[in-house]
């Protein structure tokens, strides 16, 4: 088996190194990619005065090398990054280095703290299931985890900078204008590691050592502390996923806060098709998420030491939220009356004697700024995202069940691809192709796969170590037969009720690209941005902008209630070792899915 | 050059460095029950899948019905595999959890090109009656079935390809010692009514005494004298 295994692990490396380079030569080609003519943008940025003429314009595209084709492009991108030079920015005229690392200063202090707080959370979390020994930390956790961050940005900015006006809600002055992004950016990273360990705890507390240990009289706290050690490893890499998140969640919580940090130049820089400084803070935000995802593998590494390498770890079996069935139903429920009745309405209609009007019989839910009802917006949008993410869904599912069938081949990319968060693939894809629909829904599908395909790669692996596939090929049948009638079958179904599941994670995905402008363009009714174009008349219509909020929250409520009750069911129903710790590593990877989208 | 119906000559197979099966001999004639004895671990199980052509050797020789397989490329050697059918140890395993029995046994008719809507439901109906099936389970699934039933599904699956050898490779030492006697009568009846040659893979000895010919005892991968 030895070497079969090598194989894969090359394989999987080679392919990690190919999909490096594919996204580095897409970052490098962008000025390319975008086919748009940037040498009056320039020529207006560098000097007002100068005349459009044919030759100054084709002066300036000699200049900036756009004319030597791609692969020259790439070179001279390639070796200035080697010297340190990431180019001059389109628009300002200036280095583009300095306004990366004064971004990037700015985005680690807030990542530090946002790190802070969810460690704090993450503690608060746990800290139960050690007292009593027991028990779980129950959906509570759950919702924190599946709030997007650009959601509790903008609640968080509503309520106390807003309404109380306990703190500063714009800019980046002091200590007291750090707390409320990095609680909006902290929080659902907290949520997902707390409930994670929490979630995996109790099976380690039941474990025989336990017993032993406190019957030879070995204090709580320690008893505790080698039980969050047996835990920790197998969560690690989710640690670093959770890392990788925040610095997708640092472009939505810096644009709502007004920080000067990366995410925020990166996001300005898209908008205003200023390429080289788009090319150097998306250049800052890949390598911290590769950092942060390195330092993860190096981490677990070290907890393990030997016995990752000798095979001899038994995974403790997680024991998941079962949550009542009715709890999905429900929100489901709820959100679809309010998108049916909202489907029955004219959301398009502008009334300029009707804005911003509080909620009344004639509009349930209130007008927005420019007299549209709300709720005829809000059951639209659903209907425009959901059909969008069904697509998105549907492209993931297809891809992963052809990659499992490679699996060394999808461990690499999907490594690169976990390194992604699709606020920044978004970002990548609205400056090469402009924002829009499609764009975002194509930025959501290139990631969203990497949980589903390691699902439908276990299967096939399973399926194919079984005894009747054998007993196929005993009876002459041919290799297409086998495939066909038995291998595909089993894998197709379990990977399609999991792309099922993940659909409100994508939606709340696209969203959060729609809040940002990469996604659907106004007067699109796509809920992020409902969201965003409400946010500017919160003080004077709350409502307008907390319709959206709630819808987005059911529908992240729905996107892990569903995914907890169906893994209560798989969970129940399989039996042995080996089912159980599959199961396992499944939820995991539908949990952090969930986290991941947003 | 023997005219026996399977003619094994120092079969090899390793793992890596591991040699688990070491130039291992033996003829199954036909119509003839070949015990294979060992403890476990001794290469019984290597030997079977080597014979079946389900794994190749390393080495040697795997002569069946006078044709040579270890030499034919798999697409040649798809023809033949269904003269010569396994059973295997775990009843549940070899049949697919997804497929009724009904299908399960149908399945090499059709994989073999030998089906036609007409009268294939009445052959499956005739091979789960001749394995002392109810064809009524037919509609089953395998989990719905005791370990038994199953056995005797699976062989009923076997029997569709119409083999003249079939490798039992353990077939009842999953099963309860009272259902034991049931399958080991089944499989003397089916050879006396239809002239099949086994090869018996086994480790219980007494079992061994009643069912076979002639038995031969593996250890560590070589054979050693019965």
């Known amino acids: 088996m030895k070497p079969v295994v090598r194989k894969s692990v090359s394989q999987a490396g080679l392919t990690r190194f190919v999909c490096l380079i594919a996204v580095l030569a897409t970052v490098g080609l962008l000025p390319w990619l975008s086919g748009r003519d940037p040498a009056l943008t320039v020529l207006r940025a560098r000097s007002a005065e100068q005349e459009a003429t044919p030759e100054a314009l084709a002066a300036i595209r000699e200049d900036l090398g756009l004319d030597a084709g791609p692969l020259s492009l790439l070179g001279d991108w390639a070796s200035g990054l080697l010297r340190g030079d990431l180019g001059t920015s389109w628009v300002s005229g200036t280095d583009v280095l300095p306004s990366v690392v004064s971004g990037v200063q700015v985005s680690l202090g807030l990542m530090g703290a946002a790190f802070a707080v969810a460690v704090l959370l993450a503690c608060a979390l746990v800290a139960p299931v050690l007292v009593r020994g027991r028990g779980s930390t129950g959906a509570f956790a759950a919702m924190l985890a599946a709030v997007p961050e650009f959601l509790l940005a903008t609640v968080a900015l509503l309520v106390c900078g807003v309404w109380l006006g306990w703190l500063p809600t714009s800019g980046w002055a002091g200590p007291e204008y750090m707390v409320l992004p990095a609680i909006a950016l902290g929080v659902p990273a907290g949520g997902l590691l707390g409930r994670l360990v929490a979630d995996a705890l109790p099976a380690v507390l039941d474990e025989r050592w336990v017993e032993l240990w406190r019957g030879a009289g070995v204090s709580r706290a320690r008893v505790s502390a080698a039980a969050l050690r047996r835990v920790l490893p197998p969560l690690v890499p989710q640690f670093g996923m959770a890392a990788v998140g925040l610095t997708g969640g640092a472009v939505a919580v810096e644009t709502v806060f007004a920080v000067p940090g990366i995410g925020r130049t990166a996001l300005g820089a898209a908008k205003s098709q200023d390429l080289p400084l788009l090319q150097g803070s998306v250049l800052a935000l890949l390598a911290l998420g590769l950092v942060a995802g390195a330092l993860a593998a190096l981490g677990r590494r070290r907890l393990l030491g030997p016995a990752l390498r000798d095979a001899g770890l038994t995974l403790p079996a997680a024991h998941p939220v079962r949550a009542h069935p009715a709890v999905p139903l429900i929100l489901a429920v709820v959100l679809m009356v309010t998108i049916g009745w909202g489907l029955l309405r004219d959301p398009y209609t502008v009334d300029t004697t009707a804005r911003l009007l509080p909620p009344s019989w004639a509009h349930p839910l209130g007008t927005d700024g420019l007299g549209r009802d709300v709720l005829a917006r809000l059951g639209h949008g659903a209907a425009s995202t959901v059909g969008t993410a069904a697509a998105v869904c549907a492209f993931s599912l297809l891809l992963s069940l052809a990659l499992g069938f490679l699996p060394g081949v999808a461990a690499g990319a999907a490594d690169i691809a976990n390194a992604l968060p699709p606020v920044i693939v978004g970002i990548l894809v609205a400056a090469a192709a402009g924002p829009g629909t499609g764009g975002a829904a194509l930025a959501v599908a290139l990631i969203s796969w990497p949980a589903l395909s390691a699902h439908a790669a276990a299967l096939v692996q399973e399926v194919r170590a079984s005894m009747f596939l054998t007993a196929q090929r005993a009876i002459g049948a041919s290799p297409l037969w086998i495939l066909t009638r038995h291998v595909l079958p089993s894998v197709a179904a379990p990977v399609t009720r999991h792309a099922i599941l993940r659909l409100p994670g994508i939606a709340l995905a696209l969203a959060a690209l729609g809040f940002l402008g990469l996604g659907a363009q106004p007067p699109a009714p796509e809920w992020g941005l409902l969201l965003d174009e409400s946010r500017a008349y919160v003080e004077r219509a709350p409502w307008a902008a907390l319709a959206p909020a709630v819808a987005l929250a059911l529908l992240a409520g729905l996107a892990v209630s569903g995914a907890a009750y169906a893994q209560g069911r798989t969970g129940g129903r399989r039996t042995g070792e080996a089912g159980r710790a599959r199961i396992t590593k499944e939820e995991a990877s539908v949990e952090v899915a969930v986290r991941a989208d947003v | ?226």
């Open chain 2, 1 to 226: 050059m023997s005219d026996a119906l399977l003619d094994v000559r120092d079969l090899v197979v390793r793992y890596g460095t591991v040699t688990a099966v070491d130039h291992v001999s033996f003829t199954v004639d036909a119509g003839e029950t070949l015990a294979l004895n060992g403890p476990s671990g001794c290469g019984k199980s290597s030997t079977v899948a080597a014979v079946l052509q389900l794994r190749r050797p390393e080495g040697g020789e795997v002569r069946f019905e006078g044709r040579e397989l270890t030499t034919l490329a798999e697409r040649e050697l798809r023809p033949l595999r269904p003269r010569m059918q396994p059973v295997f140890q775990d009843p549940y395993g070899s049949l697919s959890p997804r497929h009724r029995i009904r299908d399960a046994v149908a399945e090499p008719l059709k994989v073999q090109g030998r089906w036609n809507p007409a009268d294939g439901p009445a052959r499956v109906a005739e091979l789960l009656d001749r394995v002392g099936l109810d064809p009524a389970y037919g509609d089953r699934f395998p989990h719905e079935l005791s370990g038994g039933q199953c056995q005797r599904a699976g062989i009923a699956r076997a029997l569709a390809s119409e083999p003249r050898l079939l490798v039992l490779d353990e077939p009842v030492s999953a099963l309860d010692p009272s259902i034991r006697a049931g399958v080991l009568n089944l499989l003397t009846d089916l050879q006396d009514e239809l002239g099949l040659a086994y090869l018996f893979i086994c480790h219980d000895r007494a079992v061994v005494r009643h069912f076979a010919d002639r038995a031969i005892e593996m250890r560590a991968g070589r054979l050693v004298t019965a």
